[in-house]
């Protein structure tokens, strides 16, 4: 477990943080900025927390998620492969984390209507917070791909994770509006008011 007695160390006030192994990095480095957002992604689904009152499922799968995050953000933190005397092996995202997302796809997809439309964010508050959680996950995918490009020993299993994590906070957005009669649609040129949703 990690242990933490200390908030502040000052050894970042010159613009390097330290990975998991390696040498330091800058903060603006493309792999700080994926696990950065990734931590992003985690804040903003313990905000859709707030709001699944009475949806304890939706809240206990958002739950394991925010855990799951933060082995996303630990294999993206770090690069390079275990040495072949290592101890303990590194903490990396597995696939059975990400079978667990496309479950949960399946089992909440199942129940909603077909869309003829694209879906703004909005409704209820929790399907608005969905949205939002959803956004900043395809935000830390994009930066996760790009890094891929740079950096291969990139977690492909990471990225695959992120991938459904977008499309799972997507249904259960559908889910949060009422099974999506809620839903918000957009109206294509439509110049007048937008219902509010809810």
Excluded at 12 to 20: C, F, P, R, S
Excluded at 124 to 151: C, G, K, M, N, W
Aim: proline content about 5%; some cysteine; overall charge neutral.
């Amino acid at each position: 477990m990690v242990k933490l007695n200390r908030i502040y160390t000052k050894t970042g006030d010159n613009g390097t943080t330290g990975l998991v192994r390696g040498p330091r990095r800058a903060k603006f480095d493309l792999r700080v900025e994926a696990y950065g957002t990734v931590d992003e992604t985690n804040a903003c689904v313990g905000l859709c927390r707030v709001h699944t009152g009475s949806m304890p499922k939706i809240d206990m799968i958002l739950g394991r998620i925010q855990n799951d995050l933060f082995d996303v953000g630990s294999d993206l933190a770090t690069p390079g492969a275990d040495a072949s005397d290592a101890d303990y092996p590194s903490l990396r995202i597995r696939p059975v984390q990400t079978e667990f997302l496309e479950k949960q796809i399946d089992h909440f997809n199942a129940d909603l209507a077909p869309l003829n439309s694209f879906i703004l964010p909005g409704g209820t508050p929790l399907s608005a917070s969905l949205h939002l959680a959803r956004t900043v996950t395809r935000r830390a995918e994009r930066i996760t791909a790009e890094l891929a490009t740079t950096e291969t020993d990139t977690s492909p299993e990471a990225l695959r994770y992120l991938n459904r994590l977008s499309d799972l906070l997507f249904v259960l957005s559908r889910v949060a509006n009422n099974n999506g009669a809620k839903d918000v649609l957009w109206v294509p040129g439509n110049y007048g008011d937008v219902k509010k949703g809810g």
